[in-house]
């Protein structure tokens, strides 16, 4: 346990289950040692958690306040790259132009550079539509930052008019997404292309 204990402290990143288990001793219960330490720091200040399916330690929430003082914000996402990220996460795979109708107005492709820049987002494909517009997707590093096992635990319809954030009186026929962020290609895209990972905008003219 102890040893756990330093590997998770010390790591900068997550770690998994599997590279947990290459750095202990063969045979050691990895998975059980992990639970009961998320039960002995469960009520510390600094908790046990998992998130993207690996582990690593974080400030319990309710102190979070106390790390605000010390942490200088470097960059704030704006209202429509907020906006592009959760339509990302709700309905990706999505390109650009499915964002936009979405959105009900057109998006930057600045606003997509900034949100690849923070390794949240990633390109995933090409759509098999006319033009082959890029298809985009939600990353390791986007659950990791926010705190999520998986996108699944995105909030949901009612979780949202709880939280204020839809109005209660949408109309019946209203569906949140459940999110899917699988790795795999659906059947409507193809693989990126070498060298072709930044001809966005010349699809989308040909796609026009």
């Given amino acids: 346990m102890r040893m756990i204990e330093a590997l998770l402290f010390a790591s900068s990143e997550p770690l998994s289950l599997e ?3 290459q750095r ?3 045979g050691t219960d990895v998975l059980g040692l992990l639970e009961e330490l998320e039960k002995i720091y469960a009520p510390r200040g600094v908790n046990l958690v998992r998130v993207a399916g690996k582990w690593c330690f974080r400030t ?7 790390m605000h003082r010390n942490v200088e914000e470097q960059r704030k996402l704006s ?5 592009t990220l959760a339509i990302i996460a709700y309905h990706q795979p999505v390109t650009r132009a499915e964002i936009e109708e979405i959105r009900g107005v057109s998006t930057s492709r600045g606003t997509l550079d900034v949100l690849l820049e ?3 987002i990633r390109m995933r494909g090409r ?18 930052h926010f705190g999520m096992e998986s996108v699944k635990d995105l909030p949901g319809l009612e979780e949202l008019k709880g939280a204020g954030l839809l109005d209660s009186a949408v109309p019946a026929s209203f569906m ?6 699988e790795l795999a290609l659906t059947e409507d895209e193809d693989p990126l292309e070498d060298g072709s990972l930044f001809d966005e905008d010349a ?4 796609e026009e």
């Fill in 118 to 120: 923070t390794s949240w």
């Fill in 176 to 181: 949140v997404p459940t999110p899917n962020d």
């Fill in 127 to 144: 759509r098999r539509t006319p033009g082959r517009p890029v298809t985009y997707g939600t990353t390791e590093q986007f659950l990791i």
């Fill in 79 to 83: 209202r429509a790259a907020l906006e």
């Fill in 19 to 21: 590279e947990l288990t």
């Fill in 203 to 206: 699809d989308e003219t040909a």
């Fill in 24 to 26: 202990l001793p063969e």
């Fill in 60 to 66: 319990a929430e309710d102190l979070a306040y106390l």
